[in-house]
């Protein structure tokens, strides 16, 4: 089998190539990338990345038709991960937000079914829900989407699109993950969960904008073991997967509450104390979601907590293990990466 990832060297695309790897032996995986969040485009970075994965690496963006075709050629499956991500980095300059996460995907479509993909994944959002008051039940998949940005609106076209697509010989999946939390390769620091753990850890203080907004949040480990296991399921089962559109987040919890666990965190491992500092905010996204779908019809079980991936990252913030110990270098965030040095091919 042969799996195509785009985004591969991003947050959760820097793990998955390795989750896919050691759960289908027989798997090559190919990736996609422009490898913006890696400093530099040299022969060291290459070197960097071979060292960590086994498969292709094809540097190049999927607005590029001729890149994307030369990367999903031979692939039976597509993992398509690669976006702006989040809405501080699509805000920057909606123009190519707009291309990169939405004009580009009918010409990844057409050209999959063209080169004889036959399963084709595709990562949304959690955040096309908007807002939901706090009294309103746990958000399911049959729920009205009510995007509140261009990045979910956009999120929630991609969806459409890739359900159009969707037909005989070629099985879509759509996958809307809660906020991903933990430690990968290619990691993150600009994460509610990775935040609060971060801050708590370095600066003990956690700043916390409004307080009251719900966040659902998901392991990384938790994260790709799902696209792995969908990849995997499209081999023996396809129907189990095709047409499928499933939630992946079981912990729901405010802003405040995530602090607070940041707090304790650091507390019980460290003995210091962390101070929160509540400031007001006019972000109003809001939700809970339900993934019992995801586990009634797949069979899927979160195995890591979300505790676990802050507590993994507080560890990684005190031991200096970061590649760049400035923690607030742009290769840790997207928003200050997308705004230095853009996209483009």
Known sequence: MRVLITGGAGYVGSMLYSVIRKMSDLAEVVILDTWLYRPGFDDDLLSDISRITTGSLILGDIRDEKAFRDAVKGCDAVVHLACISNDPSFDLDPDLGKSVNLDCLPGILRISKEEGVKHFIYASSSSVYGARPPHVDLVTEEASLDPLTDYSLYKMQGEELVMGARGFGFATTIIRPA???????????????NIFARNAAEKNCVKVFGGGQYRPGIHIRDMCRLYAEVVNSGIDNMGKVDGKIWNAGWENKTVQEIALEARDIVRETTGEQTHIER??????????????????????????????????????VKSGEAFYKDLDNPIYHNVKMVGEHGVGI
């Open 179 to 193: 906020t991903v939390c933990g430690i990968a390769p290619r990691q993150r620091l600009d994460l509610v969960h």
């Open 279 to 316: 400031v007001s905010s006019t972000d109003d996204r809001s939700y809970r979601v339900s993934s019992i779908k995801l586990t009634k019809e797949f069979g899927f079980y979160p195995k890591y907590s979300v505790r676990c991936g802050m507590v993994e990252v507080a560890r990684w």
